[in-house]
């Protein structure tokens, strides 16, 4: 070998770590890449589980009104003065061009009715209780006696 300027060899002052390649940036481009179509694919699956969630909760709500309008049909073939407008309410019930946000309302409109109608006639049929009751309890007493009969009457003091 042959030696060169100040007694070097050719090269022997140049670091070949220096010319090592780096590719981090390119590994760390990669990672956040996945890290971003991982995010894209959660995404998109609690997409489709909410979408899923949401026609579930249409079934059950398209259900109900079939069950609305089922009832509304017993009621104006069997009471049709029982709930005014039944007619008008089953027709609303079973028109399926309508939204079934509105054919919805109408089912609860008639479940409500219905509540209020069986909420009436619970207090109705306490009441009638209580009259029983008290018809039983009086009859229980026994009939005045003539001591009773004359406690009624008040005479009143002489002037």
Aim: aromatic share 6%; proline share 4%.
């Amino acid at each position: 070998m042959a030696i060169y300027g100040r007694g070097q060899m050719l090269g022997s002052g140049i670091n070949p770590e220096s010319f090592k390649q780096d590719y981090s940036g390119f590994a760390n481009a990669a990672a956040t890449q996945a890290q971003g179509l991982a995010n894209l694919g959660a995404t998109i699956g609690g997409t489709i589980a909410q979408a899923g969630d949401y026609f579930k909760e249409q079934k059950e709500k398209a259900k109900s009104v079939d069950t609305a309008s089922r009832i509304a049909g017993l009621i104006s073939s069997k009471a049709p003065d029982l709930i005014p407008g039944i007619g008008e309410l089953k027709n609303v019930l079973d028109d399926q061009e309508i939204p079934l946000s509105e054919r919805i309302a109408a089912a609860e409109s008639l479940f409500g009715m219905m509540n209020t109608g069986f909420e009436v006639n619970k207090i109705i049929n306490q009441n009638k209780l209580m009259e029983m009751q008290m018809q039983q309890a009086s009859a229980t007493q026994g009939p005045a006696t003539k001591a009773d009969d004359r406690s009624r009457f008040v005479i009143p003091p002489s002037q």
